[in-house]
């Protein structure tokens, strides 16, 4: 079995909906009516007459019995709308409900934020004034079972899920404080929680602001805001803006985002779609943008709306991007109500970076025609630069994360840094100023030794600055928030400090 990287998981629950795909673009809940000489069962009369022909033979001569409702919302149209795309999808009446009340809904979860490990849940923070605060957990704390299922046995992915469903509703917890053997149970009740979209701001080298943004929602564009102006505003020497693992979401918060930076009237973005005419979104006449410079960092998880703003940036030779290219999602698509109580979510047109590259990558299934939607081939930048179009948004520098060594590896799957971390934390006192000294690291080494965690002299020898620097991220982590560990993390991130050489260099 490899080694999995830890990985911190927010306790926090959005709604969830099986049955289709986040869609890019905002929900649309109108369709027009049709004329009378439009009616698809008029032309469309011998095509469903065959297809009433084969229902009907079903029914007859099946061995198992079958419904109406079943061979038609879960054969006939899913099996009509594959034809199109992957991304369109149709919605029987209790998934159409599902979506109506997902836009209405609020996020709710404990307030935590937590190390996954293999068979191993670890709090990193409890969140002030969440359930989990209230009931007294804190950093360091081990969740051992959760509504009686014991954690030990389960693997990272069956831990996500189970904490997944946990949070949708009150969750019985057996917990165990670091340093003590006696379990302790509590019961919590989901509560909305803030998780804001802009989770990361600091200056991560003397006037260079870093922002991280994971989503975009509703307030992002004025949470970018807030958090540049606490940062030093117009004075900042420059910008690290981390889109790194962004989904998208509202493409209007995307837009709001460029306006930041771009100059009035510049082309934001494109919609072309073949039952509507063009059109074009511009940064609007009163735009005041900051102008230090910007590098951006993307990768393969990069989607929708953070690829719309991506592309705007390098096009008008507003940023740098540095990463790895982005996912390619770039669809337009609306959700129509239909009888029923019944809806689709339609694909219905393209977003197109202002050189005119498309952002949807070519499909390997379905029919959208990517002649058109994804025309590979160069493209220019404001100043000429070449750009390469085909889907998703290519960096002007590719970087990738650095592979750890086995020994990190081991690390990590192990939990060994946290744990060590965790019982430092409790028998130590920790300020601001903290690092993590040779003595520290020969009493990890033991502490590794007596769990059969013994690397050779050249291997300790080759990880002891990362791992000198990952013990320091998780200490910090849980005696002053992840949000200060990930200021250390950023210190070795590749990406990150590929950005930073380049912003200092010479213009």
Do not use: C
Request: a negative charge; aromatic letters at 6%.
């Amino acid at each position: 079995m490899m080694p999995r990287r830890t990985r911190a998981f927010p306790f926090a629950a959005a709604p969830l909906l099986a049955a289709a795909p986040l869609l890019a673009a905002a929900l649309l809940l109108a369709v027009a009516p049709l004329r009378a000489d439009d009616d698809p069962a008029a032309t469309l009369s011998p095509e469903l007459g065959r297809m009433i022909d084969v229902y009907a033979t079903i029914e007859r001569e099946a061995a198992d019995p079958i419904t109406a409702d079943h061979a038609i919302y879960e054969g006939a149209i899913p099996g009509m709308l594959r034809t199109l795309d992957p991304h369109s999808s149709f919605f029987d009446p209790s998934q159409f409900e599902q979506l109506k009340q997902m836009q209405q809904s609020e996020v709710k979860g404990f307030g935590t934020i937590v190390s996954i490990l293999p068979g191993r849940v670890i709090i990193l923070q409890a969140m002030d004034g969440s359930p989990a605060a209230k009931s007294g957990l804190s950093a360091g704390d081990e969740i051992l079972a959760i509504n009686n299922i014991a954690v030990a046995p389960l693997e990272p992915e069956q831990l996500v899920e189970l904490l997944s469903y946990a949070r949708q509703k009150a969750a019985a917890l057996d917990v165990r404080h670091p340093g003590n053997i006696r379990v302790f149970r509590l019961t919590l009740s989901p509560e909305l929680i803030d998780t804001p979209s802009v989770d990361r701001g600091f200056q991560i080298a003397p006037g260079i602001g870093y922002l991280r943004i994971k989503s975009f929602e509703q307030r992002t564009a004025s949470l970018v805001k807030e958090k540049l102006d606490a940062l030093g505003g117009s004075n900042l020497k420059g910008l690290v803006l981390d889109l790194r693992e962004n989904p998208g979401g509202a493409v209007q918060a995307a837009a709001e985002i460029a306006s930041l930076f771009l100059a009035p009237k510049q082309l934001l973005f494109s919609i072309r779609g073949r039952n509507q005419m063009e059109q074009e979104v511009r940064v609007p006449d009163t735009a005041d943008p900051y102008k230090f410079p910007i590098t951006v960092l993307v990768d393969g998880r990069t989607a929708s709306a953070a690829e719309i703003l991506t592309g705007a940036l390098q096009d008008h030779d507003r940023a740098t991007v540095f990463g790895e290219p982005t996912y390619g999602k770039g669809l337009v698509q609306n959700v129509l109500p239909l009888s029923s109580n019944t809806g689709v979510a339609l694909t219905v047109a393209s977003y197109y970076t202002p050189s005119g590259r498309s952002i949807q990558k070519p499909l390997a299934s379905g029919s959208l025609d990517v002649r058109v939607a994804a025309k590979p081939g160069v493209f220019r930048t404001d100043s000429g630069r070449e750009v390469h179009g085909g889907g998703g948004i290519e960096p002007d520098q590719l970087v990738f994360r650095q592979a750890e060594s086995r020994l990190l590896q081991v690390l990590d799957a192990t939990g060994a840094l946290t744990t060590f971390a965790s019982e430092y934390v409790t028998s130590h006192q920790i300020d601001a100023a903290f690092e993590v000294t040779p003595t520290i690291l020969d009493q990890l080494q033991v502490f590794l030794s007596a769990r059969d965690i013994r690397p050779g002299v050249s291997d300790w020898l080759h990880d002891r600055d990362a791992i000198q620097s990952k013990l320091r991220q998780d200490i910090v982590n849980l005696k002053f928030g992840v949000e200060k560990g990930d200021e250390i993390e950023m210190q070795r991130d590749a990406v990150v400090q590929k950005a930073l050489e380049t912003m200092r260099e010479p213009r």
